[in-house]
């Protein structure tokens, strides 16, 4: 079944401790990319991939680091965790950038 | 950077209503993407617009990319209850932007 999938579903952690958000796809797909869906704001880019070892920063990259890699996997890590960075994040990919984007089933984080 | 503005926020209707959301830019698209977030769910593609005042048809859903392609409106006629959700447009070029997105509630 072709899909997205995120690791874990849900995490509660503390301020500071490392974590990394893991995202697989198996559609073969060039484009992947991160966003974090906040209420009132909207789903907003972190970063995106264009292809293996090619990444750059959305619009709201702050606090987070990505890495390519492989293909299939575009893993979200953040280094130290505030507050502010509690979310819902989601991975998408697609084939390339304006084709049809499937995302995954999403990342509940909450940071105290 | 580019900023896309999505109205209205929300909207509640009753269930036969129809329903409009619109998506406004300031600069020139080279396309448009529709999609729709189940509460609960992930954002699930619904179709794309690359056209001046192209005009497309799912059902109940029509879309619509403006003459200027700086604007693009999703109508849905006659709404049902499993229409709920939230409504999205998404563009860009290589940082994809989205709406900020319409919440519709249906009454049955």
């Known amino acids: 079944e072709a899909q997205v999938t995120q690791n874990p579903r849900y995490l509660i952690t503390v301020t500071g401790k490392k974590l990394t958000v893991t995202c697989s796809q198996n559609?073969?797909?060039?484009?992947m990319s991160w966003y974090r869906q906040d209420p009132g704001l909207g789903l907003r880019q972190i970063y995106y991939?264009?292809?293996?070892?090619?990444?750059d920063k959305g619009d709201v990259p702050e606090g987070y680091k990505v890495s390519r890699k492989e293909k299939r996997n575009f893993p979200l890590i953040l280094e130290s965790p505030s507050p502010n960075q509690t979310s819902l994040y989601f991975c998408?990919?697609?084939?390339?950038?304006?084709?049809?984007?499937?995302f995954g089933p999403g990342t509940r984080l909450l940071v105290l | 950077g580019q900023q896309v503005m999505q109205i209205p926020q929300y909207q509640h209707v009753q269930e036969g209503e129809d329903f409009t959301t619109y998506c406004n830019s300031s600069?020139?698209?080279?396309?448009i993407q529709w999609y729709k977030q189940r509460p609960g769910g992930h954002p699930v593609f619904l179709i794309q617009?690359?056209?001046?005042?192209e005009v497309k048809k799912q059902k109940r859903l029509t879309f619509q990319f403006g003459e200027a392609k700086k604007n693009s409106s999703l109508h849905i006629t006659a709404t049902q209850t499993t229409d709920v959700g939230t409504y999205f447009c998404?563009?860009?070029?290589?940082?994809?932007?989205f709406g900020t997105g319409t919440r519709l509630l249906v009454s049955p």
């Open positions: 998408a990919s697609s084939f390339d950038r304006r084709e049809t984007q499937y």
């Open positions: 559609m073969n797909h060039e484009y």
């Open positions: 991939s264009m292809n293996v070892e090619v990444t």
């Open positions: 600069t020139t698209l080279s396309n």
């Open positions: 617009l690359v056209k001046s005042g």
């Open positions: 998404n563009t860009g070029f290589q940082k994809l932007v």
